[in-house]
DNA sequence: ATTGTGGCCTGCCCGC
DNA sequence: TGCGGGCAGGCCACAA
């Protein structure tokens, strides 16, 4: 699931461990470690740290640390999720219409009162690193300004979508939100970027900026306006023309071909 | 350097 | 009911 959205929503569950101090460090995946990491040097990096804060870069969730511990950086990949466990009164949003296995914990903090927080992931595809390399970014797509935007873009000749769904120029995106925002920017994903007219990069700016909110508040990526039509044989929930399906950037593309140009 | 491709790993859904 | 194939919202290594 995670894009920017869900992994702010994510965030937002971890700000509650802050203050907290971890009392013991679950690794149980070496596979989900990263960087060189092990289970030792983990638990032994983070075992009585207390969490200051935290902090979100894209899909990158950061827990900060006292002292001179590394930050702790979350990645979810695909099917990622975030839990705070036994923390009263707090409800499992993150987790309850599809299921939560044992054995999907990848990485987990036991904190001080008997809180835990996990990762559970079932293809395992996030990770867990230390002091994870944020320069590696883009400015936060949910933020970005016009100047970052044109920066971000550059002269590239990449199909624009590709070029969005770049987390080294713009971070947080993924394949459902760049798909809704070029949908409701009415740009077509396969525009070489550098085609973009000035008018059409001011415009996508405010837009990647306004769908991020809209689908924030709405609840996910997943509520776009496009989402319902991501399968074949639809057709465009703005003028009725059936829709596009390719692949561009690699990645299941849903577009308009009458209003997407 | 930029761009494109394949693969990672596993669960799920669809059609037979 | 069982099984094989295709698909998946991310990311990284590698090739051209």
Redesign the pocket.
Known sequence: ???LI?VEVYRRLADRAVGRRIDAVEAPDD?FL?GGLTPNVVEGALTGATITGTDRI???LLVHLDGDRPELGL?????GRLALDGEAPITDLEYGS??D?P??DRFALVLDGGARLRMAD????GGVELDPPVEALGPDAWTITLAQLRTAL?T????LK??L?D?SKIAG????LVDETLWRAGLDPARP?RSLADAEVKALARRIRSTVTALFDRG???TGDLQAARHRESTCPRDGAPLQRR?I????TYSCPVHQR
């Not at 995106?173 to 459902?176: A, D, I, S, Y």
């Open positions: 699931m995670p894009e869900e596979w990263k894209g899909k990158l990645r979810f990949g695909m099917t599809k299921r296995l054995e999907w079932p293809r395992r595809l550059g590239s000749t990449a199909p590709a070029r769904l987390q995106l993924g394949n459902l970027t996910g990526s997943h692949t950037g690699g990645r299941t």
